[in-house]
């Protein structure tokens, strides 16, 4: 079955280069309008020309494809309401919103300033809340609307110097957790996508021969599964050099300790059991994972 996306909007955030502009790309071959937003800045968020972005709304046009530049920075909740509008005023929808612009500041934590942490924390948490709650209204009001978060694996399982970018990609999760709930029944779909690509983010991080194979568009086909008709919610998906795979967070079986007064001791001697990651689950929400304790303490719902 192929992936049609004719008649779609779709935004996509930081698509001024890297994986972005694969992103765009992708789309527009698959029959999308796109929106490339991108500030143009450097790799640290400092300066700044829509001139990548106009390079890419280029390629685009030669693919035979509609598409428009616009330099807002994802940090003005002002600017991305701004592009949002001038989206519907030209093609009367927002169907599909990449959150992908992103920057990096990487320090051990014992030298990253205070400024370097919440300016991360800034374009990619507040960047993919800013633009998702600009379109959120647009999606509902539709019946229809497919987001992607941008996550790391440096989030989901942590790099040494990223404390800044690793909290706010994990944050991405945690927004995505609550707003695939809150969406689900207006047909709007939310998912992560946690990319491993040779752009100037990894220069001189990798050896070239696997930066050859660490292509920003052999991620982009995750990326597009996560936007179309049926696409699934509420899932994470890792894409690296033409690899798959979905991240879950898990839930252990664990064990009833009480509230007794050693309930500490018994939950220190029955470490091994609750870790235990035989029959793993992963709850609906968090609701129904508190309901899991409620029910190992006997309670029974009225
Ligand atoms: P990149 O640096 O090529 O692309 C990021 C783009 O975001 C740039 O074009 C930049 O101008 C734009 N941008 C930065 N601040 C902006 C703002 N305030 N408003 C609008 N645009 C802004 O890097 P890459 O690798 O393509 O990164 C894309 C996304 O993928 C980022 O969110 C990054 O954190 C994420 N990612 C990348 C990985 C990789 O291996 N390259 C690994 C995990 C996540």
Redesign the pocket.
Same mark, same amino acid.
């Given at each position: 079955m192929s992936i049609d996306l004719t008649g779609k909007v779709a935004i996509v955030?930081?698509a001024?280069?890297?994986?972005?502009r694969a992103h765009a790309l992708l789309l527009g071959k698959r029959g999308a309008k796109v929106v490339v937003?991108?500030?143009?800045?450097n790799?640290d968020?400092s300066g700044g020309s829509i001139s990548?972005a106009a390079q890419v709304v280029a390629e685009l046009k030669d693919m035979g494809c509609d598409a428009f530049a616009n330099g807002? +920075?994802?940090?003005e909740f002002d600017q991305v309401e701004a592009m949002v509008a001038e989206t519907v005023d030209r093609w009367g929808r927002v169907d599909i919103l990449v959150n992908?612009?992103?920057?990096l500041r990487d320090k051990s934590f014992m030298k990253m300033s205070i400024d370097d942490f919440k300016t991360v924390v800034d374009?990619?948490l507040m960047?993919a809340v800013h633009c998702t709650k600009a379109v959120w209204p647009i999606m509902r009001e539709q019946n229809f609307g497919r987001i992607v978060m941008?996550?790391? +694996?440096?989030g989901l399982y942590g790099n040494f110097g990223q404390a800044n970018?690793g909290a706010a990609?994990m944050a991405l999760v945690g927004l995505m957790q609550t707003l695939a709930l809150e969406g689900e029944r207006y047909n709007i779909r939310v998912n992560s996508l946690?990319?491993?690509?040779g752009?100037?983010?990894?220069e001189g991080l990798l050896p070239q021969e696997q930066l050859d194979l660490?292509t920003?568009e052999v991620v982009s086909p995750a990326m597009l599964a996560l936007v179309t008709d049926d696409a699934p919610t509420r899932t994470v998906l890792c894409a690296?050099a033409g690899g798959v795979e979905q991240a879950n967070i898990t839930l252990t079986k664990g064990i009833f300790i009480g509230a007794d007064d050693d309930a500490p001791e018994k939950l220190v001697a029955n470490m091994s059991e609750i870790s235990d990651r035989s029959n793993e689950i992963v709850p609906s929400s968090g609701a129904a994972q508190g309901a899991l304790e409620l029910k190992k303490a006997g309670y029974k719902p009225a």
């Open positions: 955030t930081g001024g280069g890297g994986l972005g937003n991108d500030l143009g800045a790799v968020g990548a807002a +920075s994802v940090t992908n612009a992103g920057i374009v990619h960047g941008t996550t790391s +694996s440096s970018y990609k946690a990319p491993t690509a752009t100037r983010m990894l660490l920003p690296g």
